[in-house]
C-alpha cells in the first residue's frame, strides 16, 4: 500500500499567519492527492482535489500544489475557523487502496 | 441538496456483528461509487474500502478484507457495511462518503459511532 506522511503532526500558528503543510507519498501518485479539514465531532470536509484544483465553497486563502511524491497545503492567512486537523488522502487507483495521512493539527499559538 | 444519513449509534460485546446503514438523499444513487472510512477515538482515517453502487463490485483495503462487507439497495438508495466478529479496538465512528465528480469523498454521513465492550 502507498503510505503517507504529513508533517508537522501539530503546528501552533496565530490568525493571520501563513500556513504549510506538507504530505509526501511512498511513490509517486501523479496528482491524485486531496486535502481535507476535520473539525471535532464533524466528518471531514474536502477543501482540495487533484493537488491543487480548490473545491466549490472553499475560500481562496487554501491552496495545495505539488506533484509525484511532495504536496503542501498552504492557507495564505489563518482565520479563526480554520483551528482544526488536516489530513492528506491520496487516490492513485480504485485498482489500489486509498490512504490517509496521519494528519496535522493547527492549534492556537 | 446531496444528503447522507447513517443509522444510529450501536453498542455491541466482541465477537458481535454490526450493520451499519448509509441512505442517501438529493442525487441518483447508482451514478457514484459509495466509500466507507472508520476513525478510532483520537486517530484519523482510515479508508476502508468502496462499493460501485451500480454494478455492486466492491474492493476492501487488505486490513479489512475478511471482517467487512459492503453491499447496497439500490432500490431504496442505501449503501451498507457490515463488520463480522468485532473487537474492542474496532471501537470508532463510521462514515460513509461518496465518490463525487473529482474523485474524491465530496459528501459525508454523519457518522456511526461502533462501542465494543464487555
Known amino acids: 500500500d502507498i503510505q503517507m506522511t504529513q508533517s508537522p503532526s501539530t503546528l501552533s500558528a496565530s490568525v493571520g499567519d501563513r500556513v504549510t503543510i506538507t504530505c509526501r507519498a511512498s511513490q509517486s501518485i501523479g496528482s491524485n492527492l486531496a486535502w481535507y479539514q476535520q473539525k471535532p465531532g464533524e466528518a471531514p470536509k474536502v477543501l482540495i482535489y487533484k493537488a491543487s484544483s480548490l473545491e466549490s465553497g472553499v475560500p481562496s486563502r487554501f491552496s495545495g500544489s505539488g506533484s509525484g511524491t511532495e504536496f503542501t497545503l498552504t492557507i495564505s492567512s489563518l482565520q479563526p475557523d480554520d483551528f482544526a486537523t488536516y489530513y492528506c488522502q491520496q487516490y492513485k487507483s480504485y485498482s489500489l487502496s486509498w490512504t490517509f495521512g496521519q494528519g496535522t493539527k493547527v492549534d492556537f499559538k | 441538496q446531496v444528503q447522507l444519513v447513517q443509522s444510529g449509534a450501536e453498542v455491541k460485546k466482541p465477537g458481535a456483528s454490526v450493520k451499519v446503514s448509509c441512505k442517501t438523499f438529493g442525487y441518483t444513487f447508482t451514478a457514484y461509487y459509495m466509500h466507507w472510512v472508520r476513525q478510532a477515538p483520537g486517530q484519523g482515517p482510515e479508508w476502508m474500502g468502496w462499493i460501485n453502487t451500480y454494478s455492486g463490485e466492491t474492493k476492501y483495503a487488505q486490513k479489512f478484507r475478511d471482517s467487512v462487507t459492503f453491499t447496497r439497495d439500490a432500490s431504496a438508495s442505501t449503501a451498507y457495511m457490515e463488520v463480522i466478529t468485532l473487537k474492542s479496538d474496532d471501537t470508532a465512528v463510521f462514515y460513509c462518503?461518496?465518490?463525487?465528480?473529482?474523485?474524491?469523498?465530496?459528501?459525508w454521513g454523519q457518522g456511526t459511532l461502533v462501542t465494543v465492550s464487555s
Open positions: 462518503g461518496r465518490d463525487g465528480l473529482n474523485s474524491v469523498i465530496d459528501s
